[in-house]
């Protein structure tokens, strides 16, 4: 999947946060992730080769913000310049994901109206106390696509009454990594599953995190796509289509997502996250990423 990060860095502000793999990460790097910056790709959507064509292809979908915070209040000042990119490419889907469900309302464009058609609204809600937090926030606030991603899935939840408003398209699901990762049990797992099928809303266990329980039985599993397989093997993802993007093409012409081809390496058949990718961005760091 393609991933844009205009900015890097964030600050803790939830018990989700508390391992956060950024933090780790960028330990090993020795960078401060306490520190925001704009990074070199803050342009990224709108760049375009010699001939002048845009880069990114119409149809793709992006998912903005995931070293970072999409409403964090530090890019407050480069944010209106993120959603004049997302207007002008109305050919393609970003998907923003935050933990700041507070300031989403304040954050939006003035033209924002009943939501852009091309951008979808996620929160994260790692455990109960969250999804009451951030979901009540989300379902309050006009957009076209919304969504919620449990992770790190650290405590069950229950969002029948979020579920059943019809607000919601898709719940991403995900257990945490690396230092301290905290347990992720499947009975959690399994329980989120049926709340959205029982609501007709596409489930995706992307992965099971490094420390998985279930049948009463811990599981030590490091590698990322060892986890991922095994999210994938589990059967507990379910579709019921595809979030249904208005996307236009700078003509104002309809453009059809599915012109569009994703294209997918030969592990991306069993990986977790098939479900809601929208293919590979060639970006050569398979062997590393999933170490």
């Known amino acids: 999947m393609l991933i844009w990060n205009p900015w890097h860095g964030c600050h803790k502000i939830s018990e989700g946060c508390e391992h956060c793999y950024m933090y780790f990460l960028d330990g090993k790097r020795g960078i401060d ?47 209106p310049e993120i959603w004049k990119m997302m207007r002008l490419r109305s050919d393609i889907a970003f998907r923003i994901l935050t933990k700041r469900a507070n300031r989403i309302r304040e954050c939006l464009p003035e033209d924002w109206g009943n939501g852009y058609s091309n951008v979808m609204l996620s929160v994260t809600c790692e455990n109960q106390r969250r999804a009451d937090e951030r979901l009540p926030i989300l379902l309050s606030i006009p957009a076209k696509h919304k969504g919620f ?20 398209e898709e719940v991403i ?34 992965e099971t995190g490094t420390v998985f329980e279930k049948g009463g039985k811990t599981y030590h599993i490091p590698s990322k796509r060892t986890q991922s397989n095994q999210a994938f093997k589990s059967g507990l993802s379910k579709s019921f289509g595809k979030p249904q993007f208005d996307l236009r093409l700078h003509s104002g012409t309809l453009f059809d997502s599915n012109h569009y081809k994703p294209y997918f390496r030969e592990h991306c058949t069993t990986c977790g996250s098939r479900l809601t990718c929208n293919g590979c961005s060639n970006c050569g760091n398979c062997e590393s990423k999933y170490q």
């Open 33 to 79: 992730t306490s520190i925001i910056t704009r990074t070199a790709n803050f342009d990224l959507p709108i760049r375009r080769d010699r001939r002048g064509n845009f880069k990114l292809q119409p149809g793709m979908q992006i998912y903005v913000c995931l070293s970072t915070d999409f409403f964090i209040e530090e890019a407050d000042g480069w944010r």
């Open 149 to 168: 991603m449990a992770a790190p899935f650290i405590g069950e939840i229950d969002a029948n009454k979020y579920l059943s408003t019809g607000q919601i």
């Open 173 to 206: 699901c995900g257990g945490e990594n690396y230092d301290g990762a905290r347990i992720c049990r499947y009975e959690w797992v399994e329980s989120l599953s049926r709340q959205c099928i029982d609501n007709e809303v596409t489930f995706n266990f992307i």
